[in-house]
């Protein structure tokens, strides 16, 4: 039997692989105020490190196959604000109104609905939940706290944007500079709406943001988008929600970790959901071992 330390996004996905490779598991959870994946806006884009492009791959191959829950993760066009592919994109790109997105076959987005993906793992594997950690057992530490120097805080909000009638269905990147990004990334199962975002704060504890800062945040992603994106029109929104992701500590590489019979996550501030597939192979092979 193996024990899951942690029910957000790395435990649940990493539950339901499991469950498809037929291994026996108990979970807990600590119900943390403060977590990252209530906030996440899930997308996996192209990128010019070649660990992005594996795990991309990979990715595309979950949506393919259909072992995740129903239209939790779908591909998607990926469209940009920049002259050239950001995060160092090494793809072809066309002209799209006026901002650019990939053009080739195979250079898409794949979009993640992380909560809808926790929440269904957490009530699918109800009667699997531990109240009082075991002892003695091979554990998965599925949450990057342990390996945490500081936390990213970080905010998204549902929209429902009205795109112009020829547009396609895709994730929207820009930035006006360095420091001020702006993005809406389609919620897989939800037709009409996009998660709008965000900013990326360090800080040594998690502090809740008041509704007067949010509303900072909003007008600036709302002047940014109006910008960048100047054929978004946004309709309807849904409450902010505040996330904090974990960030290594120096000199981590974000490889998982072994020791007697743990395994850890590593702390992926800004990696966590493109690059799970090759962590979750790591940890459903590890657990296997055990059988």
């Known amino acids: 039997m193996i024990h899951i330390e942690g ?4 435990g649940a996905i990493t539950a339901l692989a499991l469950e498809r490779a037929n291994i026996a598991f108990t979970w807990s959870d ?4 403060h977590t ?3 906030a996440s806006t899930g997308i996996v884009y192209p990128a010019g490190d070649d660990r992005t492009e594996a795990n991309r791959q990979k990715w ?12 939790s993760a779908k591909l998607c066009q990926y469209v940009f604000a920049h002259k050239k592919p950001p995060h160092e994109g090494q793809y072809p790109f066309a002209p799209y109104h006026d901002y650019h997105r990939a053009s080739v076959a195979g250079v898409h987005a794949v979009c993640v609905d992380v909560q809808r993906i926790v929440t269904e793992a957490r009530s699918r594997f109800a009667d699997r939940l531990l109240h009082v950690e075991p002892v003695d057992v091979p554990r998965i530490v599925a949450h990057g706290g342990p390996r945490a120097a500081a936390w990213v805080w970080g905010w998204s909000r549902k929209v429902h944007l009205e795109t112009p009638p020829d547009s396609v269905r895709a994730a929207y990147y820009g930035k006006r500079h360095r420091f001020d990004l702006t993005y809406a990334y389609p919620v897989p199962d939800e037709d009409g709406w996009w998660y709008a975002g965000s900013a990326l704060v360090t800080e040594r504890t998690q502090r809740v943001r ?22 978004l029109r ?7 929600v505040q996330g904090w ?20 996550f590593p702390a992926l501030w ?16 590890w657990a296997a071992s055990f059988r």
């Open 30 to 33: 600590n119900n943390s105020a």
């Open 36 to 38: 990252a994946w209530k």
């Open 270 to 285: 800004h990696s966590g959901v493109r690059w799970a597939p090759q962590l979750v192979e790591q940890a459903t092979s």
């Open 234 to 240: 946004v309709m309807r929104t849904q409450p902010f």
């Open 60 to 71: 595309t191959r979950w949506v393919l196959d259909q072992w995740l829950p129903k239209d």
């Open 7 to 10: 029910m957000g996004w790395f």
């Open 210 to 231: 008041s509704r007067e800062e949010l509303n900072t945040e909003w007008g600036r992603w709302m002047n940014s988008t109006a910008e960048l994106f100047p054929y």
């Open 245 to 264: 992701r974990p960030k290594p500590k120096p000199g981590d590489k974000g490889l998982m970790t072994y020791e007697d019979n743990v395994i850890t």
